[in-house]
């Protein structure tokens, strides 16, 4: 039986651990082939790598900063060296300092805008230049920006930004019948959340939803396959909270 995303290939930036690795790991399962982007965790994604194909998955890893145009245009072109065209871009890669306002510094608030926004939106552009026409490109945010969480301002204006790029882009990779979404997790329990929430902490977040539990990467991968799935044709230009109910 022919796998729902065999012949794809897929990029995901950021891949090496957390959401982006299970992403990764998942549309690989599903048939795609996978390029594991990574900046500073080679060993890390080399074990993504060496995981998938031990799976009989196809998988590559490519180092690349999106935060420069140049690496931006290499991811791809590297890609297509190996793979010989690109169907799917996962816009996975994301920095958050969750400081007071007045505490954040010019370069935390620089360098967010620089991976959360200014990633998002060169990896879209080159899309659009490399993406095979009837792929799929899913942004991620974050279901923070429903609430007014202290110490957020700067990450959610980010990820507000991302939001709007996906409704825009949407209509200029129309022509190509490549779709365009966010999904926005609430909170995901990650080795990144459990390092900075306190054991109260993480059992007071699992209240906060309808379910009464965390959130695990696993529930973001569910959405994001279907997302790229030819199932999904008819959805574009969308933000899907993926938060258990969280609000």
């Known amino acids: 039986m022919k796998k729902c995303l065999e012949g794809k290939v897929a990029i995901i ?5 957390g959401i982006g690795r299970t992403v990764a790991e998942r549309l690989a399962t599903a048939g ?9 965790t080679p060993e890390k994604a080399a074990e993504v790598v060496n995981g998938i194909i031990q799976n009989g998955g196809k998988a590559v ?3 690349a900063d999106i935060t420069k145009v140049s690496e931006t245009e290499k991811l791809f072109q590297e890609t297509i060296a190996v793979f010989g065209k690109v169907d799917i871009l996962i816009n996975n890669a994301g920095v958050a300092i969750n400081k007071p306002m007045a505490q954040i510094t010019e370069a935390e608030f620089d360098i967010q805008y620089a991976v959360n926004v200014k990633g998002t939106y060169f990896c879209c552009q080159k899309a659009l230049e490399y993406m095979e026409n ?3 490109i899913v942004n991620i945010s974050t279901s923070v920006n429903g609430q007014m969480y202290k110490n957020f301002t700067v990450y959610c204006g980010t990820k507000g930004a991302v939001e709007q790029i996906t409704r825009q882009a949407a209509q200029e990779f129309g022509p190509k019948q490549i779709t365009v979404n966010a999904v926005a997790p609430g909170p995901v329990y990650t080795e990144l959340l459990r390092s900075q929430r306190t054991e109260q902490e993480l059992e007071n977040m699992k209240k906060m939803n309808a379910f009464g539990r965390h959130g695990e990467t696993q529930d973001v991968a ?6 790229v799935s030819d199932k ?5 230009g969308q933000t899907l909270r993926v938060n258990g109910g969280l609000i």
Not at 13 to 17: C, E, K, L, V, Y
Not at 32 to 40: C, L, R, T
Not at 222 to 227: P, Y
């Open 13 to 17: 930036t950021g891949s090496s651990r």
């Open 32 to 40: 795609a082939s996978v390029v594991i982007n990574y900046s500073k």
């Open 61 to 63: 890893a490519i180092c």
């Open 134 to 136: 009837n792929g799929s």
């Open 222 to 227: 569910d959405v994001i396959e279907f997302l």
């Open 232 to 236: 999904a044709h008819w959805v574009s």
